[in-house]
């Protein structure tokens, strides 16, 4: 047993510093984010489709309205299944959870893509619809948390933001990748060959990148940290009553981050369309357009975010994207009302700030738990956050602007947001560069093995 130059003793399991490892780690850890986000972007554009396929016919906007009912239902699944795979992964490793959630989640994908539709089975058509579309919002509830885990402890230490922010690039993928094929589906078939089989197609597609995704997750080695607590006998036995008792302030600042993240994300990627064409008039391709552009933009910013951290500090770049959002959000949304070029202008300029985010929250919620109870404190962080605050975007702003006639909520809304954010930031220390084992990871519990 060797022991490291904070004190803590590490079995000598070193961190893989090379290109090629970071690079196997990267792949390992955003593959099943990107299956899950292409996943959810087939879903949402394929949802008049579906609706018709899966409901009965009469009434389209009570299908449809099922529809993003499912939808809403899936994502108030996953704080269970993050209460399931967070402390799994503390408990028998991350690269086991990160291989048994890409595995049903492509499965439940696999087997809705094979559904017989309503006109086939009847009402058994949207029940299964239903039960499959919580079992996948109950695995996806596991993949955060144990990819951010996994991403975190296998990157190299001074490189540990550009590694991890890879995790969000893996999403932008995703979200790009569906939304690609349902424009190639939307123009190359009529309505009836999309509702006959064509909705099929995005489905079946990502079982084979989940398979893909499993046997890449399924030959890595285990993190050098998880594999230290094996060695020092040190594994949690309950991690959720850990993170409870010794990291409940973690697990609130962790909270705050995300926060932090989910409701700009929400607003600006998914919500910035609806409101561009509903309340602005403009055409529906032209705000889809704009969308794609700050994704594509998001892929090249997020890891340089993420590696101006490992440089300067996760605080500078967190603390610096908030103060923006939180004085430029309102100016942003009055200056869309002036016409397609100030709408572009605000709505990139929204996107480089969520950039900022998207490109260190995830490394800095890891660094900020001890490494045996890291999966439990971020999955559920993650999970519930997103459950009460991201999926609400729409619903939330339909609500207010209809409550108050302005179309300027949406600013302050997101306002609120940063400030939850710069609270939980300013209440951190900063952790770049920090070793992730803890002197309490390596002592002996009563809560550990042994």
């Known amino acids: 047993m060797l022991t490291s130059n904070n004190g803590v003793a590490t079995t000598g399991i070193e961190m893989p510093a090379d290109v090629a490892a970071l690079r196997r780690s990267v792949v390992a850890g955003a593959v099943g984010v990107f299956v899950h986000w292409f996943d959810w972007a087939a879903y949402a554009y394929l949802a008049d489709t579906v609706a018709t396929v899966?409901?009965?016919?009469?009434?389209?906007?009570?299908?449809?309205?099922?529809?993003?009912?499912?939808?809403?239902?899936?994502?108030?699944?996953?704080?269970i299944g993050a209460l399931v795979f967070g402390p799994l992964g503390d408990r028998i490793g991350r690269k086991r959870t990160l291989s048994l959630v890409i595995f049903l989640m492509s499965g439940a994908t696999l087997t809705i893509g094979l559904l017989p539709g309503y006109a086939s089975i009847g009402i058994t058509a949207p029940i299964l619809l239903v039960v499959l579309r919580l079992f996948q919002g109950f695995a996806?509830?596991?993949?955060?948390?144990?990819?951010?885990?996994?991403?975190?402890?296998?990157?190299?230490?001074?490189?540990?933001?550009?590694?991890v922010s890879w995790l969000e690039v893996g999403s932008l993928l995703g979200f790009l990748a569906g939304s690609f094929v349902f424009f190639l589906l939307s123009a190359?078939?009529?309505?009836?060959?999309?509702?006959?089989?064509?909705?099929?197609?995005?489905?079946?597609?990502?079982a084979p990148l989940g398979v893909i995704g499993f046997l890449i997750r399924n030959k890595i080695e285990d993190t050098?940290?998880?594999?230290?607590?094996?060695?020092?006998?040190?594994?949690?036995?309950?991690?959720?009553?850990?993170?409870?008792?010794?990291?409940?302030?973690?697990?609130?600042?962790?909270?705050?981050?995300?926060?932090?993240?989910h409701v700009p994300f929400y607003m600006v990627l998914t919500y910035l369309v609806t409101y561009q064409t509903d309340y602005l008039g403009h055409a529906a391709d032209r705000a889809a357009l704009l969308s794609t552009v700050i994704s594509l933009v998001g892929l090249?910013?997020?890891?340089?975010?993420?590696?101006?951290?490992?440089?300067?500090?996760?605080?500078?770049?967190?603390?610096?994207?908030?103060?923006?959002?939180?004085?430029?959000?309102?100016?942003?949304?009055?200056?869309?009302?002036?016409?397609?070029?100030?709408?572009?202008?605000?709505?990139?300029?929204?996107?480089?700030?969520?950039?900022?985010?998207?490109?260190?929250?995830?490394?800095?919620?890891?660094?900020?738990?001890?490494?045996?109870?890291?999966?439990?404190?971020?999955?559920?962080g993650y999970n519930i956050?997103?459950?009460?605050?991201?999926?609400?975007?729409?619903?939330?702003?339909?609500?207010?602007?209809?409550?108050?006639?302005?179309?300027?909520?949406?600013?302050?809304?997101?306002?609120?947001?940063?400030?939850v954010g710069l609270v939980a930031a300013l209440s951190l220390r900063e952790t770049a560069g920090c070793a992730l084992l803890r002197p309490e990871d390596v002592s002996a519990s009563d809560s550990a093995h042994g």
């Open 385 to 419: 956050t997103a459950a009460l605050f991201a999926g609400t975007v729409p619903y939330v702003m339909t609500v207010l602007i209809s409550a108050t006639g302005s179309t300027l909520v949406p600013g302050p809304y997101v306002m609120v947001f940063a400030v």
């Open 224 to 261: 050098p940290e998880y594999r230290a607590l094996e060695a020092n006998d040190t594994v949690p036995r309950s991690p959720v009553r850990d993170l409870l008792r010794s990291n409940k302030r973690q697990l609130f600042q962790a909270s705050g981050l995300m926060l932090a993240m």
């Open 54 to 79: 899966f409901f009965p016919a009469g009434n389209s906007t009570t299908g449809l309205l099922a529809v993003f009912g499912v939808f809403a239902v899936s994502f108030g699944i996953r704080p």
């Open 140 to 163: 996806a509830g596991g993949e955060f948390g144990s990819a951010a885990s996994f991403l975190a402890e296998t990157a190299p230490r001074r490189r540990r933001g550009f590694g």
């Open 188 to 206: 190359g078939l009529d309505d009836g060959q999309l509702t006959s089989w064509g909705w099929r197609i995005p489905f079946l597609v990502s």
């Open 300 to 380: 090249v910013l997020v890891p340089a975010f993420g590696l101006l951290s490992d440089r300067v500090g996760r605080k500078p770049v967190f603390v610096g994207a908030n103060a923006g959002l939180l004085v430029l959000a309102t100016p942003a949304f009055l200056l869309m009302r002036t016409g397609p070029l100030g709408t572009w202008v605000s709505s990139l300029l929204l996107g480089v700030i969520l950039a900022a985010i998207l490109g260190t929250h995830a490394v800095w919620s890891a660094e900020t738990f001890p490494t045996r109870t890291r999966q439990s404190g971020l999955s559920i």
